[in-house]
């Protein structure tokens, strides 16, 4: 069985940043995506952006291009969301998760496998 953790969030300001961190563990993590997404009261999971294991390509919302950066570290099986120049419209519950099928890369967040249990990003105007 796989389990993400996340770590990294908190209130931070307008125009801030935050790192966001999610470890995973398992007999045998090998994913083929890694992707991030986010919730705000009373709307859907949102994707914000995703990361093939093997590779390294990334993709990410248009809301976020430019100013998140998604990476990982295999070694440490850990994924991160760099976020930089933080609105107050980034405000929600961030979720990793692990997506198994090879060969796509998906925004979908039904399409994925495995999910941390989120953490809280707020941006104060």
């Known amino acids: 069985q796989v389990q993400l953790v996340e770590s990294g969030g908190g209130l931070v300001q307008a125009g801030g940043s935050l790192r966001l961190s999610c470890a995973a563990s398992?007999?045998?993590?090998?994913?083929?995506?890694m992707g991030w997404f986010r919730q705000a009261p009373g709307k859907d999971r949102d994707f914000v952006a995703v990361?093939?294991?093997?590779?390294?390509?990334?993709f990410y919302a248009d809301s976020v291009k430019g100013r998140f950066t998604i990476s990982r570290d295999n070694a440490k099986n850990t994924v991160y969301l760099q976020m930089n120049s933080l609105k107050p419209e980034d405000t929600a519950v961030y979720y990793c998760?692990?997506?198994?099928?090879?060969?796509?890369?998906?925004?979908?967040?039904?399409?994925?496998?495995?999910w941390g249990q989120g953490t809280q990003v707020t941006v104060s105007s």
């Open positions: 990361i093939t294991w093997r590779s390294g390509s990334t």
């Open positions: 398992g007999r045998t993590f090998s994913p083929s995506a």
């Open positions: 998760a692990a997506d198994k099928t090879l060969g796509v890369v998906r925004t979908t967040p039904y399409a994925y496998d495995y």
